[in-house]
């Protein structure tokens, strides 16, 4: 007689494939496959912030738990979000955040709804979690197909949607007004819905939906420090009205910002002149490499609000990743993915990176190749 410990698992959850990120690169990669910042915090201030962050990690008190709240983080967050601390919920990387609100929503015969392709946590986060989920294609362009999201919200009355704005992996920054329509649509036109506008790369596209929380109380906009730096600490957060923070705080396990987190977070923000150079920095880099590939005959690039690009050549997606990756360029491969045919998604690296992005792909597309 044998026990299968498998048949206990819930269908849906058997169903499901774990997202897999790839091994730590091998040392001296050149990793553009994240879309992190590719600068180091203090390596614009000579160390200085380095060594104060070094002593606010060494100060924190290990053997004690945490603020459950996060009270002196999120005065600091709120302020420089501009809304008050009961506004602003904290998370364990916006990945949790996306994970507590479809907790504090699901049901039987509830659903998530979301333009796709993009960030696939919410798709898996809804089917863990046994909602339906309804990805409606993205029209010409990866932009938003307005009539076939407005169909899918009043036939599948979804109780969540979620817009990335900018969205993952594309890029692009969907038309504000169109956004500002859709939330109007599940206020109670189309459907009731929560519309969530993901800012996770807010500090590349310098556009947000922060100053109409106020008007729409669906509303929930996401932010997280992983995109500007911070990726290896995971903080994300929520910011609603405080009503409905209240209601998804229920669902937050207590303690689910750890302290070192804590504590770096608060370092970094008190320096946010470093964060946001650093922020400029790569979008000048953009612009440059947004400027060289167009110029490279045989890729087409979508374009970008972003601090990464989803770019198409006449090769095959997996010869061209194999290629970079050969030259120590980590790149994220999405070819085979629904929508997506022969894509790769490149992230914006540090100028000499990208310098040797440049060469490596005109290298490999073989034209333009250097002749020194
Ligand atoms: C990267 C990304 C996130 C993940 O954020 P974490 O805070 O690292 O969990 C969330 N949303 C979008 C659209 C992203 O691209």
New binding site residues.
């Given amino acids: 007689m044998s026990f299968d410990p498998i048949r206990l698992v819930r269908p849906e959850v058997r169903a499901l494939t774990a997202y897999h990120a790839g091994p730590p690169p091998a040392a001296g990669a050149v990793k553009l496959d994240a ?1 992190e910042s590719p600068f180091a915090l203090g390596e614009l201030l000579r160390g200085a912030l380095a060594d104060e962050l070094a002593q606010a990690l060494a100060d924190v008190a290990l053997h004690r738990y945490p603020d459950a709240e996060g009270r002196e983080l999120r005065q600091l967050l709120a302020k420089d979000l501009g809304v008050t601390p009961d506004c602003l919920l904290l998370a364990n ?6 994970q507590m609100l479809v907790m504090a929503v699901a049901g039987p015969g509830r659903a998530v709804l979301a333009p796709v392709p ?2 696939v ?1 919410y798709e898996l986060s809804a089917r863990m979690q046994g909602l339906r989920f309804i990805g409606v294609p993205l029209g010409a362009g990866f932009l938003l197909d307005e009539a076939a999201i407005r169909a899918a919200l009043a036939r599948e009355r979804p109780q969540l949607v979620f817009l ?1 704005w900018p ?2 992996p594309t890029g692009r920054l969907y038309e504000e007004a169109a956004v500002a329509r859709i939330l109007q649509a599940c206020a109670g036109e189309l459907c009731d819905a929560l519309v969530v506008v ?1 800012e ?2 807010v500090a590349y596209s310098g556009r947000s939906f922060l100053p109409r929380l106020a008007s729409h109380p669906n509303l929930v906009v ?1 932010r ?4 500007i730096g911070l ?1 290896g600490i ?3 957060m929520i910011v609603a009205s405080p009503a409905l923070i209240g209601e998804i705080n229920k669902v937050r396990m207590p303690y689910n910002v750890n302290a070192l987190s804590q504590a770096a977070a608060q370092v970094v923000l008190r320096h946010a002149d470093v964060v946001r150079r650093q922020a400029a920095l790569v979008v000048a880099e953009r612009e440059r490499l947004s400027a060289a590939l167009r110029a490279m005959p045989g890729i087409e690039v979508t374009p970008s609000d972003a601090n990464f690009f989803l770019l198409r050549t006449d090769r095959s997606g997996d010869e061209v990743a194999r290629g970079l990756l050969a030259r120590g360029i980590l790149v994220r491969d999405f070819s085979t993915a629904p929508y997506l045919a022969g894509c790769l998604r490149i992230t914006v690296g540090a100028p000499s990176e990208n310098d040797l992005l440049l060469s490596a792909l005109a290298d490999i597309l073989g034209r333009g190749e250097a002749t020194s």
């Fill in positions: 879309n990387g916006s990945d949790e955040a996306i993009t960030f946590v990335a969205n993952n993901d996770a790369y996401f997280t420090l992983s995109k990726a995971r903080l994300g």
